[in-house]
Each structure stands twice: as C-alpha cells, then as structure tokens.
C-alpha cells in the first residue's frame, strides 16, 4: 500500500507496532490508542518519533493531551463512506493544532483525496497502487472552494470580497497550486 | 433569483469534469460499483427498475425561465421527453444512459444547474416555500440564507460522507410551507421580542421508516451565527450518527436515542468552540449574497384592475382564480399556481413541449421567473392582476390550468414501483384513479382542501405520513396493499397521519377514499370545517367504522 | 417487494439472471451463452438452486456490463414461453404500467 506525502510516493519510516509487542530502538513506531494512552510518559521520553493510530469512535479530546509531542496520527476510514474521521481531522489541524504528520489509513482512494487534503490529512497510504500517481492531479480538481477549511484555502465568500487580496494561508500550511 | 458569479460557474464546471473522468473509470471497469456507486449518488443519478434516474437540485425552488428551457432541453436530447417535480423542489429525469450523463451535465451546468448531492449521504438540496420573496406574511427572504447554507454546504470535505442523507428546510412565513419540522434541520426566521429577526432551529425532524416531528434545541439563533450553528449539528451528527444500521443512521434516530437535552448540550459545547470564528457571517458576506439576488423591477398597479373584473364574468375563469391565484405583497401582482395534476395523469410531470411553453409565459408574465413547489406543481411568481385572463387561457391550452390544487385531486405522490428499485407497490395508477374518480370539480370544490399523500414505500418519498389522507403501499404475498392514514399535518402544527384500518389491495384505494370524502361530508360540522380538523375534532374511529363497515 | 438484491438465494419455481446494463441501464437477461440479451425470451431459465447459483456467479462476475445482478422469478406457458414471475418483473420487463407523459 503505496504511502503518498506532498505529491509523491514515499517509504513509509514508521513501524506498526501492535499492542503489547517490544518497541524496536531508535525506529519511528506507530502504536494502538491503548498502548500510547498507558505508556505516555516513557513513549514521550523515546528519542526516535513515536505516532498512533487513533480509532474513528474515539473522542479527539482523549488525544489532545499527547498532540505536542507525538510526530504522526494516524486516522482510520473502516469504509470510505465511514467519514467520522474527518471531524476528527479538522479538530486535530484546527482546534488543537497539530503540525505533525496526519495520516489517512483505511480504505483510502482516489476520489475522496481532495476531501481528505482539505480536513487537514497530509499523507494518505493510499489503498490502491494505481491511484498514488493521480494523488497530485486529484488535489488540483477545484479551484473552487465554499468553505474554508484546514488547508488554508480562501473560501468563496471571502474571495468575492477581496478579489485583489492575496490568499494568503489562514494558518501556515502550504498551499497546493 | 440568485444569480451565479465565476465561482459558482466554475465550481460546477470542475464538478461536472471529475464526473466525466469517473464516469470513465467506470466504463473501463477502472472504478468498481462499489467505489463508484457513492460517487454517482452525489451527483444526483440512481439506478432504477428501467433505467439511470438524474436528479437535478432546483435550489430553494427558483428557476429561471432560461434554466427551464434547458430541462426541456435534457428532457428531449437525453430522455424521453419529460421529467418529474419532486417533493423537495428536485426535477427528475428517469431514462438518461451513464454514458451520456457527462454531456447532460455539461448541458445543464451551462445554465447554473446541476445535480451535486441531490443524492447520497450528504446534504440535500435545500428547501424553501416555493413563494419565498413575493408571500405577503413573510418577514423577509429565507431564499438568501437557503444560499448561504447551500454553498457552505456544498462538497464540505467533513460533511460528504455522513451517515446517512441529510435535510434542510427554511421558511420565513407564519403559515410554514416548506415542512420544516419533518427535516434534519429546520429554520425558522422570525422576530424576537426586540423585533429583531433570527432562527428558531428545530432538529430530528424526518418521515420515512420511523417519522419524527423535530424539536426546539434553540428557540432564537442570531444571523450572524447560522453557518457555525449548523457546522456545530453536522459535527455532532458526523460523529455520533450511527453507521452500524442504514435504518437507524439518521440523526432523527441520534436525538431519540440520546434525547433532545443531551444533543442540544453536546452541539452547543461544539458551537462554543467555534462560534465567532471564520464561519461568522459578517454584514459584508451576506450583503454579497443578497445583492445576487435579483428582484423583479415590479410596475406600479392597483389591485383588481378592470380586465380581472371582466373577466370573471366567466364561470371556468373565476373558478381558476379563486383557487390557483394567491395574494402577492406587491399591490395589483398575483402568485399563480400551474397544476401538474390533470385528470387521469401522473402528479407532478411536464413534457417538454409544456416546460418551453412555460419558460415563454414566464418571460411574458412573471419576470422570467418560476417556482416548483413540494407539491410538485410549478409556480408564477410575480404576475401583474391584469394579466391573469390572458396567462389563464394559454395555461388551460397547456393542460396546467386545472382549478384543483391543494383540494382531492391535487395528489403528491412519489414514482412508486413504475419506477423505483425500492418501491413495494405503484402509486401513479394510483393517483390516476383517485382523480379520475373526483374529476367533478363541483365535487372536489365541495369537499374543500383536502391533501393526499401517496408512498409506494416505508423511504415516504411522498411524504404520506403527513397528508390529511395518506396512502403507504406495502406488500402482502407479492400482492399490492395499501395502508391508509388520515389526520397528518404539515406546517407549523405538524403532526403524523394515524392509521384507519387493515390495508387494503390496489382496486380498492380509490373507493376507500370515496368513502372517507363520504364519511367526511357527512361528519362535517359546517362546510367551511375542512377534512383535517373534521379529522381533529372526532378522531379517526368515526371514519374508521364508516370506510371498514363494509370491508 | 423486498429487494431481491437482498434475498436468500432459493428457488421456488423456474427463474432467470437478471441485471441492468452498465451504460444505459436497461434491463438485461442472462443467456445460456454467457452473454446478456434485453429480451426475456431469449434468457436462460433454470429450475434448480444450484443451477440458478451457477449462473447467477457466473453472471455476477462479468462486472464490466452489468450492474446489481439477482435472481428472478418467472412463468412459463403450457407453450413454453417465458413470462415475468411477478409485478415488479412484469414491470421491468413491459416497462411502467402508466402511460407516459406525451404520449397518454
């Protein structure tokens, strides 16, 4: 399952580590909410990067606490029709501001990218070989955006009223062209 | 009507290129149904018994008369002919080929029209009275903040994969036209205490297999919060809506199960969040959208002119007018009604030839403007009084000048098994029946309003829960029946139709309805005492025994 | 009728395949030849379930061209003609059973 990040086909550094199996040194691990939430203190005091996969009926709040210093989220889409994770999502980016990676696993595909890049994922271990490729053309789709939303793109309403004003991003993130 | 600027045209082009590409990986067998199947309900196309279905969205139920000329042309190029007004002011086309969808959305985006989320699970086309702008006892324009809502709530990226289908209904008027307590979300505008004017919001609202009428969580939600407010429902329903069950996973079921206190608790803790944030709507905003509103630059005139004083010297002509043509809150000006119900034919659709010749009438008598109600009939909304004797005559040689509506013949009624994958029974024939049986408009005038709703399934697409009369077809031994329900109501006193009796097989609907007319005409205190306070004031036991004594 | 798309799979009289077409969704029969025809005469009846199994798997297979495949019933004459088994049948077969706008 091909991991894509800013456009292109990346190895995937981290580890899938599941419940109470040994932690490997110095390697990212990505940890069940359980694990994390037990072993938070000694999981925060690693050196190498340490991420979780988050469960999509689990409350973002339970997390909130661990989000500076955790490198990577992984979120879950059982379905693609299953969209609990992007509420999820845009309250990860947006309420509790988190700046590292978060990640859309699951039954991650082509049509929903756009989607999925707008609530804020930024790598997506995409359920398809031959869909990582369309990844930098699906994000470019619309130019068009009614809402504003955790990439930062100038939603409609504003834009009618500032048609000379740069879109400048509403929080940092780069924007895609 | 709202006028699109380069953002809405160029959305709706970009929409209807992603279409044509996945359209494309279907057809080479790229893309599975599976994958594809939640794709295309997004953009308004279902499979049905004969054929792909293409739901177009009439946003708050205006078109313009150029738009209406190109469903006719859609109807003729790519179908067979015809479509089909819905009950949430949609227009359907039932014989359109997946591989030529594409080109009839390039067609139809071309005049501002589309099918974006008229389907799937996430937010429908958003409903209004069909006489929002032109009713005389509304406090002001819902259609604005319909828009406003519409474009937030259009390709949301947190709101297209709901649990299921979500619906919303606004209405700025004392007499609620647009249903609003049986949606996900209804607003209510209307004036406080200190006479400013804001939402009542009710939420839970929804027919179909388990019917709620919606509750008050906020009696008076300021303008400016309307966008947050409603992001804040959506999130709470995004994430606690069931998705274990498809027959539980509306969040009319979310507010039973959780009650109505713990759901207004959990969307105001959201709302805390983030009200007074980015989806604040500032003056500015909505001036935006309100100056693409266009309004009609309405001639001065007097109320009943001479030629309307004339003309009701013809007993056809005043017929019409006292049941089709309603006051207007601009002096000498008229709401008419067209009837899709004629005699003996399927409620609710208009050939092509009929949608042109409207689109002209309504460039020559109503601005260029027309409305498609939830009754499924069509509406002129801006008519000079002087002018009616002349529209009557050509809209009687259309066939849409039938003087019937809201009385018996006026039927809504969904396709019905004719039509649907899901339907359990017909309810066109059905209908059909029913109005050839009260073809005499003595008759039908005598009996007085009178709502029929007629389902041809438990989904209630004809919204038979809330009609005075309600008919749900169901199946017994692979034979159709029909349960019957009188008492539904559905404005601001909204409530459920309870049911009369065993159902009854498909030859007998009609004489079961004969009879309740019979029962209803013998049971009324007065004449001017209509069917559904008839029904109010004794209950369903008296008509009850009368239609069963001989079943 | 319930969906047959969600029926238990078991035969209670003769019955055919049946699916809508990819591209333009008509309704389409499955043949005795593996292929797909608009007329109910020409499809394959079976009388068994695991007949019906067999060409129901083999039909619900060919993803390309036919969408939301099932089994459905029908009825054959004293001369062997092949006949819709039910209403929802007969009206996919013989079309809507109202007239249509236009043409009334």
């Given at each position: 399952m091909p991991l894509v990040k800013a456009g292109r086909i990346v190895e995937d550094r981290f580890v899938r580590v599941l419940d109470d199996a040994p932690l490997p040194d110095g390697v990212p691990v990505m940890l069940p909410a359980a694990r994390l939430l037990a072993d938070a203190r000694e999981l925060a005091a690693r050196e190498a990067p340490t991420g979780v996969v988050w469960?999509?009926?689990?409350?973002?709040a339970e997390l909130a606490p661990h989000l500076d210093w955790l490198v990577l989220v992984a979120l879950v889409f059982p379905t693609f029709r299953d969209g609990r994770a992007y509420s999820q999502a845009r309250l990860i980016r947006e309420r509790y501001r988190f700046r590292g990676e978060l990640r859309a696993t699951g039954q991650v595909l082509r049509d929903q990218f756009l989607f999925l890049y707008r609530a804020g994922f930024d790598a997506f271990e995409v359920s398809k070989e031959k869909d990582a490729p369309a990844f930098a053309d699906a994000v470019k789709r619309y130019s068009v955006f009614y809402q504003p939303s955790g990439d930062g793109r100038l939603p409609a309403f504003r834009a009618r009223l500032s048609?000379?004003?740069?879109?400048?991003p509403v929080d940092g993130r780069e924007l895609v062209r | 009507m709202y006028l699109y600027d380069d953002f809405d045209r160029t959305l709706v082009a970009e929409r209807v290129r992603e279409f044509r590409d996945q359209v494309g990986r279907r057809l080479s067998g790229e893309l599975t149904e599976e994958e594809f199947k939640p794709l295309r309900l997004m953009n308004g196309v279902y499979l049905q018994l004969h054929a792909y279905m293409l739901r177009i969205a009439i946003p708050y139920g205006t078109l313009s008369s150029d738009q209406l000329r190109t469903l006719a042309h859609v109807a003729r190029r790519y179908d067979r002919g015809y479509g089909h007004f819905t009950t949430r002011q949609n227009v359907q086309f039932n014989w359109i080929k997946l591989a030529e969808l594409p080109d009839a959305m390039a067609d139809l985006a071309r005049a501002g029209l589309h099918g974006m989320q008229t389907s799937g699970n996430c937010v429908r086309n958003i409903t209004t009275d069909q006489w929002a702008g032109v009713a005389p006892d509304e406090i002001e324009d819902a259609r604005v903040w319909a828009e406003l809502l519409r474009q937030h709530l259009t390709l949301h990226p947190e709101f297209s994969f709901l649990p299921r289908k979500f619906k919303i209904a606004l209405t700025a008027a004392a007499h609620d036209r647009a249903a609003v307590k049986v949606h996900d979300i209804g607003l209510r505008l209307h004036r406080n205490g200190a006479g400013e004017s804001g939402f009542e919001v009710i939420v839970g609202g929804g027919l179909g297999r388990t019917p709620f009428i919606g509750k008050v969580i906020k009696p008076f939600l300021g303008k400016r919060d309307l966008l947050s407010y409603v992001e804040a429902i959506m999130r709470v329903y995004n994430q606690y809506?069931?998705?274990?069950?498809i027959y539980k996973a509306r969040m009319k079921i979310l507010v039973h199960e959780i009650g109505v206190e713990k759901f207004a608790r959990e969307v105001e803790e959201e709302w805390q969040s983030i009200?007074?944030?980015?989806l604040t709507l500032e003056d500015a905003v909505v001036a935006g959208i309100a100056g693409r509103f266009r309004y009609p630059d309405y001639a001065t005139l007097a109320d009943d002119p001479p030629e309307l004083a004339a003309a009701r010297a013809d007993a056809r002509f005043r017929r019409w007018l006292g049941n089709s043509v309603a006051n207007h809150r601009v002096a000498g000006h008229a709401i008419v009604t067209l009837s899709l119900k004629p005699v003996g034919g399927p409620p609710g659709d208009a050939t092509a030839a009929q949608m042109d010749a409207i689109a002209d009438l309504a460039d020559r008598y109503s601005h260029g403007e027309i409305r498609v109600g939830h009754e499924q009939n069509l509406v002129l909304p801006h008519v000079a009084q002087r002018d009616l004797p002349t529209l009557w005559r050509a809209l009687d040689t259309l066939g849409v000048a039938t003087p019937n509506i809201g009385l018996v013949s006026d039927i809504i009624a969904c396709p019905g098994l004719d039509y649907c994958s899901l339907a359990n029974a017909r309810s066109i024939p059905v209908a059909e029946e029913i109005t050839r049986r009260f073809r005499d408009l003595d008759l039908a005038h005598g009996l007085g309003r009178l709502h029929i709703n007629i389902s041809g399934c438990i989904n209630a697409c004809g919204h038979h829960?809330?009609?005075h009369i309600g008919i749900l077809g169901v199946e017994k031994n692979g034979e159709e029946f029909y349960q019957v329900t009188i008492g539904g109501r559905a404005g601001e006193d909204a409530e459920l139709g309870k049911i009369l009796g065993p159902a009854v097989p498909y030859d007998d609907v009609a004489g079961v309805v004969e009879d309740i007319a019979a029962a209803y005409l013998e049971l009324r205190e007065r004449p001017d005492e209509i069917f559904i306070d008839t029904v109010g004031r004794l209950g369903v036991e008296p008509f009850k025994e009368r239609v069963y004594a001989a079943r | 009728m319930t969906s047959p798309l969600q029926q238990k799979l078991k035969l209670a009289g003769p019955a055919v395949v049946t699916a809508n077409r990819l591209g333009d969704g008509a309704v389409i029969y499955r043949t005795g030849t593996g292929r797909w025809t608009t007329e109910l005469a020409a499809a394959a009846v079976v009388s068994t379930t695991p007949a019906a199994t067999e060409l129901l798997a083999a039909a619900a297979a060919d993803k390309l061209e036919a969408v939301d495949v099932y089994v459905a019933p029908v009825r054959l004459t004293a001369e062997r003609h092949v006949l819709p088994g039910n209403l929802r049948e007969r009206i996919r077969s013989g079309g809507p059973t109202v007239a249509l706008p236009g043409t009334g």
């Open positions: 469960p999509n009926d689990r409350k973002i048609r000379d004003v740069s879109s400048a | 809506g069931r998705r274990d069950n009200r007074d944030g980015a829960h809330i009609g | -």
